[in-house]
């Protein structure tokens, strides 16, 4: 597997720590807000990552942190009147309600900054005792880039990119503009050494890295690092600073970026007013075709959200859904396998095809392809030899690949279809068949008709099957 290194800006070779062992650390949302889709591109991105590298037979060890206490989540107490408990608990949850629309598997471990301060104090002061920090009277700890001559040696980015970059009010009495805080002084928040107050945002990740996912390895704490490309600079670059002089080692063996998100060909963001969250992307389509959607660019392009893109999306995952129902009756592989007609090469060659293309960087645009190539040959196949169990055995475990790799296919395939029906909706809809079935077995057929007539004014297509009538909200 090869993965492109932000660092080294380049491709390279993936070979992990630990024998079998792979740990990452994805940057995780600041609980102030609803989940918008530059988290969600993030979260999927990753997901994938942890997925592939599983298929590729490796443990991974996936941490997540949560950043609960914020100037960002200070103003919406403000504002609200609610405590810091009530806000971050609340849309923490609602982050993770939006990633399990989406298939987001739960990480290993969610970390949030308010249960790690003593992790974080303790970095902050060996930063101190090594001469890497200062202290600004009445303000607080400070990390000083000067000292540190590997400085911006991650984002590449020259002197003069201090800036506009601070998420807590600038000093003007800093060494360096680029100078970055590690701990607010404030008396309404947590006793430390160095006197009340709260973590610095930079501060808070790298010491719940080397608190619970540190490998104890010489030269490298991680794996890989991954986050958006707007984390790359400052928040990464600080992170990376301050592990080098406190530890004297890198933080990140591979460090990995996805790609920024814009809306309607514009950059996605909430100073301009123009943030999509995900549950309004989520009344539109399922989670999973917001998830293929994600996945149909490559993780490190920049994505440009559109409706008339999404529904694009969901036509395509609806094919492969139909082909899921075509083998529903297959649970499990049967014997006799031999016996059932070859398909086109696309099926022989299924999985180590994805995997190629998956193992080259995340290269999901080819790994779908793949799988649009696959779920054409086996509906052709199907058309040719409808009951041929052993063949739908091996559609259906190529499907369950597919379903463990990019992380869809996990909805009922009859379900799937109903999607934006309403419990009012559907207990209507149940009431017309029960009607309709009533009426034929009474041999009332222009009654039946007349039922499936009005269930077609209401969109909705009806199927009698030898298990039964099934309905799914018809195709547009």
Not at 7 to 22: A, E, Q
Not at 264 to 293: H, Q, T, W
């Amino acid at each position: 597997m090869v993965i492109y290194d932000s660092l080294s800006k380049k491709k390279l070779p993936f070979k992990p720590i630990s024998d079998g062992l792979v740990r990452i650390y994805a940057c995780g949302p600041t609980v102030y807000d609803d989940a918008h889709l530059g988290h969600a591109k993030s979260a999927v991105s990753f997901d994938l990552l942890r997925r592939v590298l599983q298929a590729e037979g490796y443990e991974v060890k996936f941490a997540r942190n949560f950043t609960d206490i914020d100037d960002k989540i200070l103003k919406k107490m403000e504002q609200s009147g609610k405590s810091l408990e009530e806000i971050t608990e609340f849309y923490t949850r609602r982050y993770l309600q939006d990633m399990s629309a989406l298939n987001v598997a739960d990480a290993s471990i969610s970390p949030k900054a308010t249960e790690n301060i003593a992790a974080i104090c303790e970095l902050i002061s060996s930063l101190l005792q090594k001469g890497f920090a200062y202290e600004i009277a009445g303000d607080g700890i400070y990390f000083d880039t000067r000292k540190d001559g590997d400085y911006l040696s991650l984002s590449g980015k020259k002197e003069g990119a201090g800036k506009n970059i601070a998420r807590v009010a600038s000093n003007d009495a800093k060494h360096d503009e680029k100078d970055f805080v590690l701990w607010k002084f404030d008396e309404n928040w947590f006793d430390s050494p160095f006197g009340k107050g709260r973590p610095g945002w930079h501060s808070e990740c790298v010491a719940m890295i080397l608190a619970h996912l540190d490998s104890g390895d010489p030269q490298f704490c991680i794996d890989i690092h991954a986050g958006g490309a707007d984390l790359l600079f400052p928040h990464h670059e600080n992170e990376a600073a301050q592990c080098r002089c406190a530890r004297h080692r890198a933080l990140s063996k591979y460090w990995l970026h996805n790609g920024f998100v814009q809306v309607n060909n514009e950059k996605m963001s909430k100073s301009l007013g123009n943030s999509f969250f995900v549950g309004d992307a989520l009344k539109i389509a399922p989670g999973e075709a917001l998830r293929f959607y994600l996945l149909s660019s490559h993780y490190r392009a920049n994505f440009n959200y559109s409706v008339t893109d999404l529904l694009a999306s969901k036509k395509r995952l609806d094919k492969i859904y139909r082909l899921k129902k075509r083998v529903r009756d297959i649970l499990t592989p049967v014997a006799g396998q031999n016996s059932a007609p070859k398909l086109p090469a696309a099926e022989v060659k299924f999985r180590s095809e994805m995997m190629e293309f998956l193992s080259d960087d995340l290269n999901t645009s080819g790994a779908l392809a793949v799988l649009d190539s696959f779920v054409a040959s086996a509906n052709e196949a199907l058309d040719r030899a409808p009951k041929d169990k052993a063949l739908k055995a091996r559609i259906a475990a190529n499907l369950e690949f597919a379903k463990q790799t990019l992380g869809i296919l996990y909805e009922d395939e009859t379900e799937y279809f109903r999607f934006g029906v309403s419990e009012q909706q559907r207990a209507q809809i149940e009431e017309l068949i029960k009607q309709r079935a009533q009426a034929k077995a009474e041999k009332d057929f222009a009654s039946a008709d007349a039922i499936r007539a009005r269930l077609t004014d209401m969109k909705i297509e009806v199927m009698d099957t030898t298990s039964g009538t099934v309905w799914e909200v018809a195709a547009e």
